[in-house]
């Protein structure tokens, strides 16, 4: 596979690798063999991620979770060479995932090489502000390295067995995944700005209502609860990891009002946000560990 490969950065249980396909047909790659546990999001394109009898369909919205010790193939069905980060994980830090997640089916079976897994807003915001950190050099080891745990566990907590979106064809994709991985591009990147619906369908060139409802369809979500989740997110990190004021970090995150900050962050979190920072979930020094629960 003809491709373009880097490291953009390497911690102490993993690394950060930025692909880029150069192909520029649809042929089906040679066998390559995998030999570490990776979790790629799928940035832009479209292609057929081949193991073991199962074909995943892989784009916009999609975190390809692969175990180590398999073969695999791509088949690309786009004609836009697809872009993936990929999170490549070292052999002891899976064998310590193992140990937290081993009684999951995805990882007791040895049919299961690699499955699919449906991005949320959150994770959607997290792995953009991981890259957004590597590639301006503003962020901290410790404070990337937990961006990257946080990922792992909101992901390797949805894990489920492969099954395709019959609502997203072919003819979908083809037209629209440009359109979604605009819009979503657009939202990380301007959600303190008060956007519009409109805003966002020109950005992408499709009309408003016609643009809702195929956003919908991809994510799972409606365009104005995506941005709120993004909002609230970005507000999560603040709390967790600054000393800000709660007025500061409401209307950095994009809200009008501390009112509607509050309400929604509390609707969102079960909290009000004084109470979330000060719950003992994290310190703002970084120095207590996040308590994770498969259930929360």
Request: with cysteine; net charge positive; aromatic share 12%.
């Amino acid at each position: 596979m003809v491709a373009d490969i880097h490291t953009l950065f390497t911690s102490d249980f993993y690394r950060i690798v930025d692909f880029k396909c150069r192909c520029v047909d649809c042929r089906t790659s040679k066998p390559e063999y995998s030999d570490s546990f990776c979790i790629s999001f799928v940035r832009t394109g479209n292609f057929l991620f081949n193991v073991f009898r199962n074909s995943l369909d892989s784009y916009t919205g999609c975190v390809l979770v692969t175990k180590p010790g398999y073969e695999r193939t791509v088949t690309h069905v786009h004609t836009v060479p697809d872009e993936c980060t990929i999170f490549d994980f070292k052999t002891d830090f899976y064998h310590a995932l193992l140990g937290y997640y081993g009684r999951d089916k995805f990882f007791r079976s040895n049919d299961l090489h690699s499955t699919l897994v449906k991005t949320s807003p959150e994770t959607e915001f997290l792995h953009y502000q991981i890259l957004r950190r590597v590639l301006t050099g503003e962020g901290t080891k410790l404070e990337i390295d937990q961006l990257v745990m946080e990922v792992a566990h909101k992901i390797l907590k949805n894990v489920i067995p492969y099954k395709a979106d019959e609502k997203i064809n072919a003819r979908l994709k083809r037209n629209h995944l440009v359109t979604i991985e605009r819009a979503k591009a657009y939202i990380t990147e301007h959600f303190t700005n008060d956007i519009s619906l409109t805003e966002i369908a020109d950005h992408c060139h499709v009309s408003p209502f016609h643009f809702s409802r195929i956003f919908k369809t991809f994510t799972l979500t409606a365009p104005h609860q995506f941005l709120l989740s993004v909002r609230l997110k970005q507000a999560e990190l603040l709390l967790r990891n600054t000393t800000m004021p709660v007025m500061d970090i409401a209307f950095s995150s994009g809200f009008n009002s501390i009112e509607h900050f509050t309400s929604a962050f509390s609707n969102r979190y079960k909290m009000p946000p004084a109470q979330f920072r000060h719950s003992g979930r994290v310190s703002v020094d970084g120095t207590t560990t996040i308590q994770y629960s498969k259930i929360s």
